[in-house]
């Protein structure tokens, strides 16, 4: 044998033994500690989990993580799935199809369902049983200036925010080709009607879905194409926020700072306020603010009255953006709401935690999340339950 190739051979014989680093990559690869799964709980947050039955996903994007929340038995139960950069998620309510956004380059989208089963070897039916973990089954690729960042289905299309070209594309991951913008609004349109693609001149970055695409919203940092770029520290910010209507492709309300997360939900439109750390909703075009949680907001969900609402750390780089937020320091975490009793009920705070994006729930009965529970390695991780290793 050649001087050396057994080593070599040895060493390949070794490698990608870890199921985690076949369906995505190892923890630390994307910064994780075991303190990234801290949490502090407040008020009665577990309760409303265990209450209305769901799972919370939650986008944690600069630290490359996908958490799940749920409550077993009286206990909050975490698990995650590294990824790289989340962003954007989306829900198919009537198929549980799960589809996440990530933004490194070549951005890409990921389809999760709930396993389904597998064999018995090593998993007996009592632990597989009310788990079913969420499992990736496709990807798709976009190389390109995309920039992914909100995900939402009407209807049953997907549909995908293009901040890098300021719109929204209709996303087919059966297809291999890649897709074109279907909406943009018309502060970006060329006076031949054709879109400006040439930069990211707007931050278009969430959908509020309607029933159709013209009954939906879309936040945007400016209503116009301005000399400096967002991601550029004079980017103007205070109050030229906007939502534009699919309808018209025009300015709905304005006055916001950088605006995120927008939904529509029992007749009204609501939003995060990000850079002025609040969480409101739409009026006659303008913002009403119901709660300042001195924290970067972005991520939103409902579920019947509750409005999950995801607070994150600002980037030292870019504080500038988040004008209205004073607090020295600023929480990661997610905030249960009341939307009808206009108050806050309970809270999870990440000590270690940087940024959430989106957040998402899922009904409990369908999985309590994914397959992976503890960066360090024990005993219900999925080397252990969910895989046979055989060879």
Not at 20 to 40: C, M, N, T
Not at 199 to 220: C, E, M, P, V
Request: with cysteine; proline share 6%.
């Amino acid at each position: 044998m050649m001087k050396g190739l057994d080593k070599i051979i040895e060493k390949q014989a070794k490698t990608i033994r870890d199921p985690l680093e076949v369906i995505s990559f190892k923890p630390e690869q994307g910064g994780l500690d075991a303190r990234s799964l801290e949490y502090r709980i407040e008020g009665r947050f577990k309760d409303v989990l265990k209450e209305h039955k769901i799972t919370l996903l939650v986008s944690r994007e600069y630290e490359n993580l996908m958490l799940a929340l749920s409550v077993r038995g009286n206990q909050l139960y975490q698990s995650f799935l590294p990824m790289p950069h989340p962003t954007g998620i989306a829900i198919h309510r009537k198929t549980n199809s799960i589809v996440i956004a990530c933004t490194r380059n070549p951005n890409k989208l990921v389809e999760l369902k709930p396993m389904a089963g597998c064999t018995e070897r090593k998993l007996s039916g009592s632990t597989f049983a009310g788990h079913r973990p969420l499992m990736p089954v496709r990807e798709k690729y976009y190389p390109g200036s995309y920039y992914f960042h909100d995900l939402a289905y009407i209807g049953n299309r997907l549909y995908a925010n293009s901040v890098g070209i300021n719109g929204i594309i209709k996303a087919d991951l059966s297809s291999p080709e890649t897709e074109t913008l279907c909406w943009f609004p018309e502060a970006t349109t060329k006076k031949n009607g054709e879109p400006d693609l040439s930069a990211n001149h707007l931050q278009l970055n969430s959908i509020a879905a309607g029933r159709t695409l013209q009954a939906s919203y879309f936040t945007a940092s400016s209503e116009k194409i301005r000399r400096y770029k967002p991601g550029h520290l004079q980017f103007p910010v205070k109050n030229t926020g906007v939502i534009f209507s699919g309808k018209t492709r025009s300015v709905a309300a304005r006055g916001l700072t950088r605006p995120h997360s927008a939904k529509l939900h029992k007749g009204r439109l609501w939003v995060n306020n990000s850079g002025a750390g609040e969480f409101g909703y739409i009026e006659k075009g303008n913002f009403k603010p119901l709660l300042n949680l001195q924290s970067w907001t972005r991520g939103l969900c409902f579920h019947e009255d509750i409005a999950f609402i995801g607070v994150s750390r600002i980037i030292q780089k870019y504080k500038v953006y988040a004008p209205g937020i004073t607090h020295e320091i600023p929480r990661c975490g997610i905030v249960a709401f009341d939307t009808k009793s206009e108050k806050v009920v309970g809270s999870i705070t990440f000590p270690f935690g940087n940024q959430i994006f989106a957040v998402e729930w899922l009904p409990s009965d369908v999985s309590s999340g994914f397959p992976h529970t503890s960066i360090d390695g024990d005993s219900d991780s999925i080397n252990n339950l969910y895989f046979s290793a055989t060879h």
